[in-house]
């Protein structure tokens, strides 16, 4: 696999995609995230009432991998429980390292499945998933 079919058209139809982009300004979260080594950045918003993620969305600049990968991670935790999403980002970590996981729990993020062979870019893709987990983490303290 090359880094070219890494970029497929489903990651840069995510990337363009306006749908998760964007401020939620009643957002129960706002949690800032940042790549060091590469510069990108992004701002997660979350709107959670009783346990359960209501909206999702994000912002900021970055590489295609870091967008789509912030896009696909607000579809995936919509409408979902912190729980499950807690539980989307298990798997995600997994896949990242290149480990076993599961690609229901995961669904449309799979099509970053071979991502752990891109070293350089796991950062990028990780981004918006660390910046959750900082997310969850505030929420349930």
């Not at 990337?15 to 995230?33: L, M, S, V, W, Y």
């Not at 600049?61 to 995936?76: D, K, P, R, T």
């Amino acid at each position: 696999m090359s880094l070219e079919d890494l970029y497929s058209d489903i990651i840069l139809d995510y990337a363009r995609n306006p749908q998760f982009q964007g401020e939620i300004p009643d957002a129960t979260i706002k949690e800032d995230g940042k790549n060091l080594s590469c510069g990108d950045e992004i701002t997660l918003y979350l709107k959670v009432e009783n346990g359960i993620i209501k909206d999702a969305k994000f912002s900021g600049h970055g590489c295609i991998v870091s967008q789509s990968s912030a896009a696909l991670l607000c579809e995936a935790i919509e409408g979902k429980t912190l729980k499950e999403a807690e539980e989307i980002l298990e798997e995600v970590e997994k896949m990242a390292q290149g480990e076993e996981f599961n690609e229901e729990i995961i669904g449309n993020v799979a099509v970053y499945s071979e991502i752990s062979k891109f070293p350089l870019r796991v950062k990028c893709f990780t981004l918006a998933w660390h910046t959750l987990e900082n997310s969850i983490e505030e929420l349930e303290e």
